[in-house]
């Protein structure tokens, strides 16, 4: 390494020069610095000639960092001035994020963040981003998240209830809001969270929703509902359509006596059926409701023995898509229903007859039959006895025969 050569006229400053490499056709030069802070000698390297450094440039430098020394503030330096440079170079580029993330509208983030990140967890993000863009993309798409107070959400919550939404479907969309929040609240850029402080969702009241089907089918519902599918199979002569009607009925007969959901009707595959057990298995799914084993009756399991024997061995659904296509059977069955005159007494949606009303009504029979909630619990598959908790009034007790008392007093009886 070449000696270093001090620089006439400007204390301390020194350079050697490169062995081969040239700038403005001489060599290239180091410059370093030696000086004394604290009462101790420092070498301080400044940089090459190549980098821009010159000794005109470095004794300006050099004597802002000799003038701040004596009045003893910051930086006297190089060392200190490039860590100054570097904090300023990140406090910018912290206030630039800062500014970025502020000025994220609530559809910026929803579109970049939240839906790849529900895509990946929520099985029902497609319902997320149809809310967003029929409800609350043209209220408050626009606005940067931490411009939206709760003020401007209740009144987005007022006008959903203008537009004639049910309490149930303005949940929905104040729950997409919420869950925005709830995300944005988790995701940083650069480091810096996208939004910080309480959710506007906090202070935002949500409706309280009243779905709770208390009416079911009665014996002789449940046996016009069946016969009616099997009437229609038996007097169709299209084959397909035969075979839709009896994939109804057949459907009917695991809501109603084993008690399915429509989705776990829809999902069931004969790798699921446990004919020597007797048992049905449902499956544990994310973002479904609890699986677990469901017990066969006499009528299911002649039901899908009778299936079993008619399928196509490659066939693994036990209800494959009715008539050839992705066709939903509630559709159907509702349409049944309102033909056989169900519905027509009925003054509010929570009062009509649905397919999920079979699954109600195999938990009502069996509470009028005496079967005591823990057990019509673990056959329902809820997470909690609160939810079974419904049935309760259907269990036999002295009630009936206290009021029918008074029939008796009245006539005379004993």
Known sequence: MSKYIKVPNVRGLQYREHATRKHSGRPDRYFVVRWYRDGKERSEAIGWASEGWNVATISGVLGELQQNYRRGVKPTTLTEARELEDLRIQ???????????????????????YVPKAQKRKRTWRDDVLRAEKRI???????????????????????????????????????????VFNVAAMTSIEGIPVFTGESPMARVEMPVVTNRRERFLTYDEADLVLGTCLTRCENTKNAMHAQGWQDVHDSIVLALYAGLRLGEVQRLQWADINFFAGMITIKNERDRKPGGSVPMNSIV???????????????????????????????????????????????????????HSLRHTFASWMAMNGVDLNRIRKLMRHKTLTMTQRYAHLLPDATQDAVEALCRLRSGEE
């Open 137 to 179: 993309h043209p209220s408050i798409g626009d606005l940067p998240l931490d411009m939206i107070k709760p003020d401007r959400i209740e009144r987005l919550r007022d006008e959903l209830y203008e537009d004639g939404l049910s309490d149930g479907t303005v949940k929905h969309v104040l729950a997409v809001i919420r869950r």
């Open 301 to 355: 399991r002649e039901m899908l023995t009778r299936r079993n024997k008619q399928r196509d061995k490659r066939q693994k659904l036990v209800v494959p898509p009715m008539w050839g296509e992705v066709k939903d059977i509630s559709h159907t069955f509702s349409e049944l229903v309102n033909e056989l005159g169900l519905n027509d007494d009925a003054t509010s949606n929570l009062q009509r007859i649905v397919f």
């Open 91 to 113: 406090t910018e580029a912290v206030e630039h994020a800062k500014a970025q993330a502020g000025r994220l509208t609530f559809r910026q983030f929803f579109n970049d963040h």
